[in-house]
C-alpha cells in the first residue's frame, strides 16, 4: 500500500511551499523521521520528513515548483515492490491511484488562502496588456457590480473567483491589491519570479501600509558600549538588543501590540533584529531578553545567525516579536534611515552608523495606536542612559 507525502504546513502564514529538491529517490528504504525532501517556505529550506518507516515511492512532485500545502507530492510504500512498481507517471490507459491523485490536484484550480497570496509569476515571460488577458465582458454578482462603480474600478481588470465571477471580495481585493507599475511604454523588460522569503517580505511590508506611524530620532552614545561589548565579548547588537529589553521593562507600553480587541500587552520582552540573508531579510528573534544574561544571549544569537545563514530558521525563531532592531551602523556612509513596524510590533529602533563623536543617529518608528510621541521620548531617554551605565554590564 501507498501512503501519501503531503506539502506540509509548517508556518501560520504558508500557504504554499516550493519543493526544492528529493534527497532521496525512489525505491530507497526511509525511516520514519528521515528526511526525504527540502521545501523552501517565506523565511527558510525545511526539511520533508518521513512519517513513518517505508520505501519512497513515485509518482513524486517535480522540483522548483510552488506547491499548495496539504497537497501530494509523493508516496511512501509498504515494501520496495511497491515503491518502484510505476515509479514514473504512467502513460497507458491503467493509470494508478496515486497518479490521479496528482494529476487531479495539478487541474483543479487551487483557491488562494487569502487575498493578500498572489500565484508564483513566470521565470521569464513576456507581459501582456490588461485587454489581452482580461474579456471585456466579465460576469460578477450585481454588488460587486455597484461595488466596482462606486470605487471607480472596471470590471474588466478584476480577476473573477473560482466560479468565474467577480464577487465583492474581489472587488475588495483589487482595492488593496498594489497598483502594477505601467512598464509598457518603457524599456523592453522580463519579470523574474521572486524567491519564497524576498516575496514573504514584499507581502508584509505592503501589509503595514494601514499601521499610523510616527518617527522620533535621538543622538546616542555608541562608543563606550561598543567598548565595554569587546571587553565582555559579545556583538554591539546584542548590547543593544538588551538595553533596548531593559528600556521595555522599565517602559511596557512597547511590549504591547495593538489588536481588533485592544493592547495585547506581552508578559515576556521579545525582540526581533533584521539581519540580511542573501537576497532577502530575516528577524530571528531573541525570547525572553529581559531575564537573561548578555553571555546567555550572545551564545543564543550566535545559533540563531548560523541557522539564518544556512536558512534553516524555523517559524517560531522568527515570528512573535514586538520590538525591533535595525542595525546599520556597519556601514559607516549610513548617517540616518527609517526602519518599516512590523505587524504586530510596537516600534523598532533604527542604528545608523557611529560619527567621529562616538555618537549614532537612532530613530524610533512606533505605532501610533501603542504609544505617543512622550511615550518614544521617555524610551530614548531611558536607553542613552543605559548605554554609558554600569547596569547594562550587570
Known amino acids: 500500500m501507498k501512503h501519501p507525502i503531503v506539502m506540509p504546513v509548517l508556518s501560520d502564514t504558508m500557504d504554499t511551499g516550493r519543493l526544492t529538491q528529493w534527497v532521496r529517490s525512489v525505491g530507497d528504504k526511509v525511516q520514519k523521521g528521515e528526511a526525504v525532501a527540502e521545501v523552501e517556505t517565506d523565511k527558510a529550506v525545511l526539511e520533508v520528513e518521513a512519517f513513518r518507516d517505508g520505501y519512497l515511492a513515485g509518482p513524486l512532485a517535480p522540483v522548483d515548483q510552488d506547491i499548495p500545502v496539504k497537497q501530494t507530492i509523493g508516496f511512501l510504500a509498504d515494501t520496495a515492490e511497491e515503491a518502484l512498481d510505476n515509479a514514473q507517471t504512467p502513460t497507458s490507459p491503467q493509470r494508478t491511484e496515486e497518479a490521479k491523485i496528482l ?52 470590471l474588466k481588470n478584476i480577476a473573477p473567483g473560482a466560479d468565474g ?11 488593496l491589491s498594489p497598483a502594477t507599475p505601467p512598464l509598457d511604454y518603457g524599456p523592453p523588460y522580463r519579470i523574474e519570479s521572486p524567491s519564497k522569503s524576498r516575496d514573504a517580505v514584499a507581502r508584509s511590508m505592503a501589509a503595514t501600509v494601514s499601521t499610523p506611524t510616527f518617527r522620533v530620532s535621538a543622538r546616542l552614545p555608541i562608543r563606550e558600549v561598543q567598548r565595554q561589548a569587546n571587553i565582555h565579548q559579545v556583538s554591539l547588537t546584542v548590547a543593544l538588543s538588551k538595553a533596548c529589553a531593559m528600556t521595555i521593562q522599565a517602559y511596557p507600553r512597547f511590549n504591547a501590540a495593538w489588536t481588533a480587541q485592544g493592547l495585547a500587552v506581552r508578559d515576556r520582552v521579545d525582540i526581533g533584529i533584521a539581519v540580511e540573508a542573501g537576497d532577502s531579510l530575516l528577524t530571528p528573534v531573541l525570547r525572553d531578553m529581559g531575564e537573561k544574561s548578555l553571555a546567555a544571549i550572545q551564545t543564543e544569537w550566535k545559533a540563531l545567525l548560523e541557522r539564518t545563514k544556512a536558512a534553516r530558521l524555523l517559524p517560531p525563531e522568527y515570528s512573535g516579536a514586538t520590538f525591533y532592531l535595525s542595525n546599520l551602523g556597519v556601514y559607516p556612509i549610513v548617517k540616518q534611515f527609517d526602519a518599516v513596524v512590523p505587524l504586530g510590533a510596537s516600534a523598532i529602533l533604527a542604528i545608523a552608523a557611529m560619527d567621529e563623536e562616538g555618537t549614532a543617529d537612532c530613530t524610533l518608528t512606533c505605532d501610533h495606536r501603542v504609544v505617543f510621541g512622550a511615550d518614544a521620548a521617555h524610551f530614548l531617554t531611558h536607553l542613552a542612559g543605559l548605554l554609558v551605565s554600569s547596569d547594562l554590564w550587570q
Open 165 to 175: 465571477i467577480v464577487h465583492a471580495a474581489e472587488v475588495i481585493a483589487a482595492v
Open 103 to 154: 494529476e487531479a490536484q495539478a487541474s483543479t484550480p487551487q483557491v488562494p488562502m487569502s487575498t493578500n497570496s498572489a500565484p508564483p509569476s513566470p521565470s521569464l515571460t513576456v507581459v501582456p496588456t490588461p485587454d489581452e488577458v482580461l474579456p471585456t465582458d466579465r460576469q460578477a454578482s450585481p454588488y460587486a457590480r455597484a461595488l466596482a462603480h462606486d470605487l471607480g474600478l472596471d
